[in-house]
């Protein structure tokens, strides 16, 4: 069955902690996205990946770095963390088939709860 | 630009009743949607998704969509509704970006509570 993992399902993490979440996925996905989750507001993209080393811009990228120096492992990285990254950090995986991705949906991993106090 | 519309943010149903959850888009291409289900604690799961072909689509755990392009909309429902099917519920839509890659953009969800 496909998988994608997340290191981490709960982190408590203090203002100006450098942060490292970790999303390991076993199905060969050229796509992974980081996306963060808050009441109200739905699925934010924060930054995403087309394959190996490389990452473009999301909606949100602010204060968030990514590295995807495998294909498999796609990290996303805070910087110094602030308590309005408090949230849920969701990381999702896509297959590309016949140079199309637009048909195939994303397979999610459980979810980081990350808490910056 | 493409952007989705839940309209209700929660949604109160009796065991056996029909669950209704909807979902209007805006898309100046024709639109790939999904719908995806997240229970307590997880991540997200994909329930069904339209690309072309059938505009009714069947998914898991009963549910299914009809893709309307006339009213841009791709409301969920399911005829009766379980215990089991309290969750958010998430519509989402296709957006071409740069280089031809594709992202999905999501509505803010609706979360659907069932009471016996």
């Known amino acids: 069955d496909v998988k994608v993992t997340q290191s981490s399902r709960y982190l408590v993490k203090r203002t100006g902690e450098k942060v490292f979440l970790e999303c390991v996925q076993d199905m060969d996905h050229e796509n992974m996205f980081w996306y963060r989750q808050d009441p109200g507001l739905g699925l934010r993209l924060i930054y995403f990946?087309?394959?190996?080393?490389?990452?473009e811009k999301g909606d949100i990228p602010e204060g968030y770095s990514v590295s995807r120096e495998k294909k498999e492992r796609f990290s996303l990285i805070l910087e110094s963390a602030s308590t309005n990254q408090t949230s849920m950090y969701l990381c999702a995986s896509r297959v590309i088939i016949q140079g199309l991705s637009q048909n195939y949906g994303y397979t999610f991993g459980s979810g980081t709860r990350l808490t910056v106090v | 630009a493409q952007s989705v519309t839940q309209l209700g943010s929660h949604v109160s149903v009796s065991e056996g009743a029909l669950v209704l959850l909807r979902c209007n888009y805006s898309?100046?291409?024709?639109?790939?949607l999904f719908w995806y289900v997240q229970y307590p604690n997880q991540g997200l799961q994909l329930l069904l998704k339209?690309?072309?072909?059938?505009?009714l689509v069947k998914g898991i755990n009963g549910f299914e969509a009809e893709f309307k392009k006339s009213e841009t909309s791709f409301h969920l429902t399911k005829p009766s509704a379980h215990m089991s099917d309290a969750a958010e519920y998430f519509c989402?839509?296709?957006?071409?970006?740069?280089?031809?890659?594709?992202?999905?953009?999501f509505g803010a969800g609706t979360r659907l509570a069932v009471h016996p």
């Open positions: 989402a839509v296709s957006r071409i970006i740069t280089g031809g890659y594709n992202k999905l953009i």
């Open positions: 990946s087309y394959d190996v080393k490389m990452k």
């Open positions: 898309s100046s291409v024709p639109p790939y």
């Open positions: 339209y690309t072309t072909g059938a505009t």
